[in-house]
Nanobody
Framework: QVQLVESGGGVVQAGGSLRLSCAASGRTISSYAMGWFRQAPGKEREFVAAIVWSGSSTDYADSVKGRFILSRDNAKNTVSLQMNSLKPEDTAVYYC?????????????????WGQGTQVTVSS
C-alpha cells in the first residue's frame, strides 16, 4: 500500500506561485508513474500533470503547460508541482496520485493511490 500526503496549498493572488509537495510512505514509489489532478466545485476531476517513474518524461494538460513544472525525487519518495503564473481558473483541490505502472496516463481511473487533496485558491 502507498499512502500519499499533499502539502503546500493556500491562497495566492493571480500571477503568483505555489509549490505543492506529495510525500509517499508505505513503499517506494520509484517504479510508479505519479500524477496530479484537480477538481473545482461542480466540475469533474481533471488531469494536470504526470511524470514517469524515472522523472525523464512529463506530460502536462494544455491549460498548465509552460506554467507548471512537475518533478520527483525517488530517493526522498516525493513529488513536487511548481505552479507559476497562477490564474483564478487554477482554483481547485489538487490531488496527488500514484499509478501502479511506470508510464504516465491522463485517465484518473488508472491511478490506484490518492492523497487527501490540498486546496489552492487563486484570487483575482
Amino acid at each position: 500500500q502507498v499512502q500519499l500526503v499533499e502539502s503546500g496549498g493556500g491562497v495566492v493572488q493571480a500571477g503568483g506561485s505555489l509549490r505543492l509537495s506529495c510525500a509517499a510512505s508505505g513503499r517506494t514509489i520509484s517504479s510508479y508513474a505519479m500524477g496530479w489532478f484537480r477538481q473545482a466545485p461542480g466540475k469533474e476531476r481533471e488531469f494536470v500533470a504526470a511524470i514517469v517513474w524515472s522523472g525523464s518524461s512529463t506530460d502536462y494538460a494544455d491549460s498548465v503547460k509552460g506554467r507548471f513544472i512537475l518533478s520527483r525525487d525517488n530517493a526522498k519518495n516525493t513529488v513536487s508541482l511548481q505552479m507559476n503564473s497562477l490564474k483564478p481558473e487554477d482554483t481547485a483541490v489538487y490531488y496527488c496520485a500514484a499509478r501502479g505502472a511506470p508510464v504516465v496516463s491522463r485517465w484518473y481511473m488508472e491511478y490506484g493511490y490518492w492523497g487527501q487533496g490540498t486546496q489552492v485558491t487563486v484570487s483575482s
